[in-house]
């Protein structure tokens, strides 16, 4: 029963990385300097990294605006917001997880009667605005200085794609291990105050209860880039790539280290050690900091009409998003608590801990299927990279032996 | 990432080397008309087999050049251009050798009073040739030295215009003394030889495209 009420989560992270993986990776996908199957394996990975090692800091804050204390809650809202992204995509709608998680929780709030914290519901609007424009500035400053070192080292363009498709490689890593590590509060988050697991020690490093939701998430991610990004990837992606390869790699860039910056503890960290301000480590829309990018480099190069429908549609989704979701969500939840008759929450003193005695004990049953799970994945990749490796280089021995007999017969 | 850097690495020498054919073929090309002019067949049969030993290395590196480009997913976002330079060039060698085959199987009967203009000719359209492969190094190298390299490529294929048209109006109205099917010959050779100047201007054409496209 556990386990079911976390399907609507997997199908929330199913959904995103069908979705987003197209944001990190389409560009190299959608230009062909990337196979699919490359992407899929890289992103796949990446992703699981960042969720399960970095996707504490962003959950924290959604942890502020909403503490979920019921399963059954859990469960509504992450369906609420799954089925706000599904109908909204369905109408073609410009949608983000991030923004239908948030509208789900405080429609949470409203309903169980806590207090939705406006100083962290600001924070993360705060957050939705300036990930765009920071987007923007990140991706002019790189395409700048892509531009001057292309002027100044007078590379082979050979050697220039080259280095552009390592780079676009490497920056997609990145950038799923960034969207992993941002995005997973999206998927996770409100499970994470009605779960408390066992930890999970696998001797080289251990898994806490967060970390194993997490990981949950991160494979339900890397399930919908393995099985459902691949469209999206070749025709979204191709999209924006209709810029230079260059401007292709500096927006995966920019867009990366915007959701890496506002996910990373260690950042955070280091500003406040040198008396700066805390990063606000929320949750933000990859689709929408990708917007800001493009738009900046179009800036850059003076473009004189900027789009301002896809600004107008941008904006209308940091409004119609949540409400349509926290609506949702509300009504949602009215019917599970009085017809279903499942618990979906309870009002707390406002700064309680966090704490679930049901979750407690299921939790162990859980954390060894997690276990096992976790094991299955590492062998059952491990046989699939190596049977990639092989398949490649069969392809190159065939091909390479076709070449010699066309020119021997030509002799 | 040793394998995908000596892939490059190869790719960018066979490119070179292609280069190299087209400028070489050119150059015998020059050498082969001048020979034949000057009637010394043997140095114009040996200069005719190194242009067709030359073409035919032409095209098996525009067929490596074009399958490393495909199967390493090399040059994506301009693969299609440099395919068609390629070809653009390759189309070059190839009226070089189809030229110099004319000659050797037609063996037109050069008026000694047009030996000069005719040397001058091919020397011109070859030059044409000639300079188009600086600027297609460039594209790789400098793309936006690229444009003021074609500028040479433009002169040299209207002298080449120039010089036919004088050679041809020069045959049919002056030349009285020889018959018009001699006349007829002629012309078909000037033509074949100014083909080259014509090819190279198609190139350049593409080139000063391409140039801009990556410049942008």
Known sequence: MILFFLTSGLFLGWSLGANDASNVFGSAVGSKMVSFRKAAIIASIAVILGAVLQGAGASGTLGKLGSVNAIGGSFTLALAAAVTVYMMTKFSLPVSTTQAIVGAIIGWNLFTGNRTDPGTLTKIIATWISGPVLGAVFAILLYMLIKKIKKSAKLHLVIFESYLKTGLIIAGAFGAYSLGANNIANVMGVFLPAFSLQEIDLRLFSLSSDQQLFLLGGIAIAVGIITYSRRVMETVGSNIVELTSEAALVVVLAQSLVLFMFSSTGLSDILVKIGLSPIPLVPVSSSQVIVGCVIGIGLYKGARNINFRLLGEICMGWFATPVISGLLAFFSLFFMKNIFNIEVGYKTAYGMPRADAMAGIAGEGISHIIKYLLLGILIAGSILILYYYFLERKKTRELRASEEKFWRNLK | ?216
């Open chain 2, 1 to 216: 990432m040793a394998l995908f850097t000596r892939t490059t690495k190869n790719l960018i020498l066979k490119i070179d080397e292609f280069f190299d054919n087209v400028e070489l073929g050119l150059l015998v090309f020059r050498e082969g008309v001048k020979s034949y002019i000057n009637k010394d067949m043997e140095a114009f049969e040996r200069h005719l087999f190194k242009v067709d030993t030359l073409e035919g290395n032409a095209d098996k590196l525009q067929r490596e050049i074009e399958n490393e480009m495909i199967t390493h997913s090399i040059l994506p976002q301009h693969r299609e251009d440099v395919t068609r330079l390629i070809d653009e060039l390759d189309e070059i060698i190839d009226t070089v050798k189809s030229s110099l085959n004319e000659i050797s199987i037609e063996m037109p009967e050069i008026p000694d009073v047009l030996n000069k203009d005719l040397v001058s000719l091919a020397n011109t359209s070859a030059n044409s040739g000639e300079e188009l492969i600086p600027a297609a190094r460039a594209y790789f190298k400098a793309p936006y030295t690229v444009r003021e390299k074609l500028l040479k490529v433009y002169y040299f294929e209207s002298e080449t215009d120039k010089i036919s048209r004088n050679i041809r109006k020069r045959v049919f109205r002056e030349m009285k003394e020889i018959d018009l099917a001699h006349k007829n010959h002629l012309r078909y050779i000037i033509h074949h030889i100014e083909n080259i100047s014509d090819q190279a201007q198609k190139a350049a054409d593409l080139l000063s495209g391409m140039a801009i496209k990556i410049l942008l």
